[in-house]
């Protein structure tokens, strides 16, 4: 009977490697133990459970988008996935959660994912509660308006009072513009949706929508008929990975693996493959943040 | 009593309820100062019959004139017409949230516009003709049904109507509160009020009714002298109904 | 806990602008309420029709959508619900009369839907009311008018009270939804503000918020409950 037992184990190790070198170049070096960690880490923890649970956006186009494939597509997924391939797990042993604004530090807090890359700005304020590895983008917030509409050229040029800003309920973008506007109540229009907020602007309900340039490219890239972007970014909105605060190894091991692509070319070929597609310009890598 | 001038009058009336033909061809006659009972057994139509009057149901066909007018359609030429028709009913509806006084008082201040210092003196002396003056102040459900009964009479007599509707007025009441209601109906009776009256008070139709209409299946059957119509009832139905009711 | 001392402000903002969108949609709903009530018990066919017709509609559509047509139908019909900028109560409610429309859009989005319920409220009342008393009072020759004012509205009011404060507090918690229809600063959005954007953890939030509705909804009920009582005391 042992000897029975111990045959059929080496069997079916013998076909799960079979199996993974079948997986061809994506999943090279994957598999329990493939690669070495320090004993206690999470790196280590994930590699032996070979899954992970990953927090993104199903609703950004560029970033994460839910589409017809049923699985999140964008430039965070691809990130998130250079990231899995590094930590030797195959991609299809990734849970994709989705992980809105409003639920990501609690997502990382409470450990219904291992990591959350959503278009998750860095701030301090987060920074009580969770920790960012990166950044891997720096995006801004930039301002699109009717394509004939030349009266706004920048944040400034919401002080008089008159022009009116549309914005989705709950994010940063939204917290920002209020304080370039004079009066909160007559100049600032919340929706729940960019698309709310979009034929607002078409209508002619409001002057202009602001949020992150990536996502105004999206729409622009949709409608360059109607809408154009007014001026440049004015604030920087440096996308990170969250992680549990406390988790100092893991945070390092992320950082390493973004400079690592970097430097590799594969973070420009993600971008070129996703939310370049709008149109936006990469630039240079920014600097990974080691705080 | 009669002064033989018709007052109300009913000219092939006809009314369904769904399927239900509840008035059958109805012609009435009613003069001016005449007591017309109306009897029948349950479900023959006399209810509604008497409902019609006051346009309460409206009917399907047939004419129904009202001191020669005929009786307008739902608006406020029908409610001036009402506030000359009394209506007594069989569970009284006297207003549960108003008091006696102000039951009587609604009427003639409301639509008729008198001063609610005269409808008031007037609504007093009402209510001390129908025996419950030291009522006025209560509200209805601390009266008896009685009492509640004479209360809608003298709401029904503020408004100095020309006729006064009947409808099962004691059907509701305790045995021994029947002769209360009944004495004020005969009184009114004598002094020459117009009444059409829904009863099975047999007593009442023999004494004080100048006729006596018997309805069955929705048909008024027979139409005759109270006399008469006791001594000798000419349908089968009316013989039939007489020997159920007399016999107990 | 610290946020509820820290962002006080954003609190007692986002409650005082719930409060007096909920003040005016409250008034505007038992108003229109009414009269799509009276409509639908009203001795004329067509009449009836219309507000049988009114009830149907936004009884039985959901208010996103309701809100939906006021954001985004109502400017495309060219209209900026200027009519609402009504002289003197724009004092003291200050975005009734901005220049911005999505507070007075939100404010018709919620009446038109809660008075459907107001009128089912209303008339609930009314059908308590025992058809006798209806009938006396026509007999008396009273105009419908007349007897509606004098003898079933006050007697419907006690059937009615109940059901009619749980229309303001369902219309009260419904209100959470003007902040994802273009008016900002209501107390839903604080919660979204304070959490999604500012990254403070959602429990304490959500308590803040919660502590927000119930100072309307609690002393709303206990008034009804005493009005109820007080009304019983009255027969």
């Known amino acids: 009977m042992r000897i029975k037992r111990v045959a059929a184990l080496a069997v079916a190790a013998a076909l799960s490697v079979g199996l993974a070198a079948c997986g061809g170049d994506s999943d090279e070096g994957t598999g329990a133990g493939s690669k070495s960690f320090a004993a206690g880490s999470t790196m280590e923890k994930l590699n032996k459970a070979q899954k992970i649970k990953i927090g993104t956006k199903f609703d950004q186009p560029g970033f994460g988008l839910k589409g017809l494939s049923g699985k999140p597509e964008g430039f965070d997924v691809e990130i998130a996935k250079i990231i899995v391939k590094e930590l030797g797990i195959p991609e299809d042993k990734i849970e994709w959660v989705e992980t809105p604004s409003k639920v990501r530090e609690d997502s990382i807090v409470n450990g219904t994912v291992d990591l959350v890359a959503a278009t998750y700005t860095i701030n301090d304020k987060r920074k009580e509660r969770i920790a960012f590895a990166g950044p891997y983008y720096e995006a801004g917030q930039n301002i699109m308006v009717r394509k004939d509409d030349s009266s706004i050229t920048g944040p400034d040029s919401f002080k008089d009072g008159t022009k009116k800003v549309c914005s989705v309920v709950g994010s940063t973008p939204l917290e920002e513009i209020k304080k370039h506007v004079k009066d909160v109540a007559t100049q600032v229009v919340p929706f729940d949706t960019y698309d709310k907020c979009r034929d607002a602007l078409k209508q002619g309900q409001v002057d202009a929508v602001t949020t992150d340039n990536v996502i105004l490219l999206g729409y622009i890239a949709k409608d360059e008929a109607s809408f154009k972007m007014a001026g440049d970014n004015f604030t920087k909105e440096p996308y990170g990975i969250g992680v549990k605060k406390e988790d100092a190894a893991f945070r390092t091991f992320i950082n390493d693996t973004l400079e690592k692509a970097f430097a590799d070319g594969s973070w420009k070929k993600a971008w070129d493959n996703t939310a370049g597609k709008f149109g936006a310009t990469l630039g240079n890598p920014p600097t990974v943040n080691r705080y | 009593m009669s002064t033989g001038e018709p007052l109300i009058v009913l000219e092939a009336v006809n009314k369904w309820f769904g399927p239900l033909h509840v008035l059958h061809d109805v012609s009435l006659s009613v003069g001016k100062g005449e007591v017309v009972v109306v009897i029948g057994p349950s479900g023959s139509g006399k209810s509604t019959l008497c409902r019609t009057i006051n346009r309460l149901e409206p009917i399907d066909s047939g004419t129904i004139t009202f001191d020669g007018r005929p009786l307008p359609a739902e608006g406020k030429a029908l409610a001036r017409l009402r506030s000359e028709v009394g209506m007594v009913f069989q569970s009284f509806n006297l207003f549960a949230h108003k008091t006696i006084l102000e039951n009587v008082t609604l009427g003639p201040v409301k639509v008729r516009k008198e001063k609610p210092a005269a409808a008031r003196e007037r609504a007093l002396a009402l209510l001390d003709r129908v025996g419950i003056a030291n009522q006025a102040e209560k509200y209805p459900a601390q009266l008896s049904g009685g009492q509640q009964q004479r209360a809608a009479i003298a709401r029904a007599l503020a408004m100095q109507p020309k006729a006064l509707l009947f409808d099962e007025p004691t059907s509701a009441l305790d045995p021994e509160m029947v002769g209360e209601v009944l004495d004020v109906m005969t009184s009114l009776a004598r002094e020459g009020m117009t009444m059409v009256v829904v009863t099975h008070e047999m007593g009442f139709a023999r004494h004080a009714a100048n006729r006596v209409i018997f309805m069955a299946d929705g048909q008024l059957v027979e139409d005759a002298p109270p006399a008469e119509f006791f001594a000798n009832p000419r349908s089968e139905r009316a013989r039939d109904f007489l020997s159920k009711i007399l016999t107990h | ?235």
């Open chain 3, 1 to 235: 806990m610290n946020v509820l001392i820290d962002r006080f402000d954003v609190f007692a903002g986002g409650f005082w602008l719930t409060f007096q969108i909920c003040l005016l949609a409250a008034i505007g709903a038992l108003i229109l309420g009414a009269v799509v009530a009276v409509l639908r018990i009203s001795p004329v066919p067509p009449l009836r029709a219309v507000g049988t017709a009114y009830v149907t509609v936004f009884r039985n559509m959901p208010l996103t959508v309701v809100m939906f047509f006021a954001a985004f139908g109502l400017p495309a019909l060219g209209s900026n619900a200027d009519f609402l900028r009504i002289p003197l109560l724009d004092q003291v409610f200050s975005r009734l009369g901005a220049d911005l429309p999505y507070f007075r859009f939100a404010l018709i989005a919620l009446v038109l839907y809660t008075a459907a319920f107001v009128c089912e409220a209303l008339r609930s009342g009314v059908n308590a009311v025992p058809p006798g008393q209806a009938e006396a009072a026509r007999s008396l020759g009273l105009t419908f008018g007349q007897n509606l004012r004098h003898v079933v509205l006050p007697q419907s009011w006690k059937a009615s009270v109940v059901p009619l404060g749980s229309v303001i507090i369902a219309m009260i918690k419904n209100s959470a939804l003007v902040g994802f229809f273009g008016v900002a600063g209501d107390l839903s959005q604080s919660a979204d503000q304070l959490t999604s954007a500012e990254g403070y953890a959602f429990i304490p939030v959500a308590i803040g918020i919660s502590i927000g509705y119930l100072i309307m909804t609690v002393p709303l009920g206990a008034l009804l409950d005493r009005l109820e009582k007080r009304q019983a005391v009255a027969r």
